[in-house]
Structure formats: C-alpha cells, structure tokens
Nanobody, 125 residues
C-alpha cells in the first residue's frame, strides 16, 4: 500500500508560481511512475503531467501546461514535484498526485493505483 500526501497548494495571482510536492510512503519509490492530475470546479479530472519510474528521464505534459509546468522527482526523498509558473485562472483546480508500478508512465488515470487527497490551487485574475 502506498500513501501519497500533496502539499504546496494555495492562492496565487495570475502570472505567479507555485511548487506542489507529493510525498510517498512507498518502499522502492523509484519503481513507481508518478502523475499529476487536476479537477477544475465543475469539471472532470484531467491529466497534467507524468514522469517515468527510476530516474524519471521521460516526462509528458498536457498541451495546456506545456512550457509552464515541470514535473520532477527526488527518489532519495520519496517525493515528486510539480513546478508551476505563469499561472492562469484556468489552472484553478484540486491537484492530485498518483502512483503506479504497472507502467513506465501514463496520461490515463485508470492506470494509476494510488492517489493522494489533493491540494487546492486557486489562481486569481
């Protein structure tokens, strides 16, 4: 069983930055591919970013965040990060961290076995 705890959310003005963190309880954290998803108010959950297991050499992003968000991982600290810059009002959402050891990385939420409780990000315009 893997527990994930997100932190770093908050209220920020448009154009600002935030860094989200997700701490995993997993042993052998490097075996897990990690993803960030978000759920805007009144909408379905959507993919944001993913990073491959082990060294995290492969990353992928939703088109809406490419060039603004960066996913990274620190296996020694069992943590995955999401650096967000140039935030827009449409980035307002609850952000979720997810983990899977079933695939090297994925954009599909059904591929992930473990989810955090989420952290709220609110971008004011």
């Amino acid at each position: 069983q893997v527990q994930l705890v997100e932190s770093g959310g908050g209220l920020v003005q448009a154009g600002g930055s935030l860094r989200l963190s997700c701490l995993a309880s997993a042993r052998a954290f490097g075996r897990y591919a990690m993803g960030w998803f978000r759920q805007p108010p009144g909408k379905e959950r959507e993919f944001v970013a993913t990073i491959s297991w082990s060294g995290g050499t492969i990353t992928d992003y939703a088109d809406s965040v490419k060039g603004r968000f960066t996913i990274s991982r620190d296996n020694a600290r069992n943590t995955v990060f999401l650096q967000m810059v140039s935030l827009k009002s449409e980035d307002t959402a609850v952000y979720y961290c997810a983990a899977t050891e079933n695939t090297w990385a994925s954009k599909r939420d059904e591929d992930y076995d473990y989810w955090g409780q989420g952290t709220q990000v609110t971008v004011s315009s």
